[in-house]
């Protein structure tokens, strides 16, 4: 894609909940996840009023304590036995796709970042035909359940021409905020993932029903 200014507005897409409509997968794989210690199964409602990262933290709001090393460990490794099986089946949100080619097409830059596994994610990213508009695609390289900052500091220092001034993040968790933050870009938070609106108000960035106006709203907000 060759290498773009340090003028130009650069997104940073989240995936999971942002890029792909996946909370059908997500809330399964939760609620297998939860039988695995006896817990009863959450709808997407309730995960949206209870979601947070660390992920053993939401497991603590549902159990009444932290899961043991060994629980966290069965939990996750149902967890993502039963997403991958569910998430063959999800599609990409509404317009994402016709979103990405519109945003390089008018000369603007993009990559992805998330905290899922690198080694699913990148395959599954170019499985549905959107690889090539981004500058990079990084996933989780490290154990699962951590912070997003870290991921953000290192892929935004890997992205050759991008400034962090100039950067928006769009993503549908306040740790996609607090992870923009980090790294001194901005944030617009999408609705239709795994928060609530008022658990995303309260990371005090502007929140969107829509990717069509994230996107819009990322263009002036680094103008």
Not at 91 to 107: F, I, P, V
Request: charged share 25%.
């Amino acid at each position: 894609m060759g290498t773009h200014g340090k003028h130009r507005t650069h997104l940073v897409w989240d995936w999971n909940g942002t890029l792909l409509d996946d909370n059908a997968a997500v809330i399964g794989a939760t609620n297998a996840a939860f039988g695995e210690v006896g817990l009863e199964p959450i709808t997407l409602d309730q995960y949206r009023e209870t979601y947070c990262v660390p992920i053993p933290r939401f497991y603590e709001r549902l159990m009444g304590r932290l899961p043991t090393d060994a629980e966290w460990e069965r939990m996750d490794t149902v967890f993502h036995r039963h997403y991958t099986e569910r998430r063959a089946a999800c599609g990409l949100t509404e317009g994402a796709a016709d979103l990405l080619s519109r945003w390089r097409l008018a000369g603007g830059s993009q990559s992805l970042l998330s905290m899922y596994g690198h080694d699913q994610l990148v395959p599954v990213v170019r499985g549905y035909g959107i690889e090539r508009h981004f500058l990079r695609v990084d996933g989780r390289t490290g154990p699962s359940g951590g912070s997003k900052a870290r991921h953000m500091e290192r892929h935004i220092a890997a992205l050759d021409g991008v400034s962090p001034e100039r950067t928006v993040v769009i993503g549908d968790a306040v740790d996609d905020a607090v992870a923009a933050a980090h790294v001194g870009a901005r944030a617009v938070l999408y609705t239709g993932g795994s928060h609530s609106r008022s658990s995303l108000e309260a990371a005090g960035v502007p929140v969107v029903d829509s990717l069509a106006e994230a996107t819009d709203l990322a263009r002036r907000m680094a103008e």
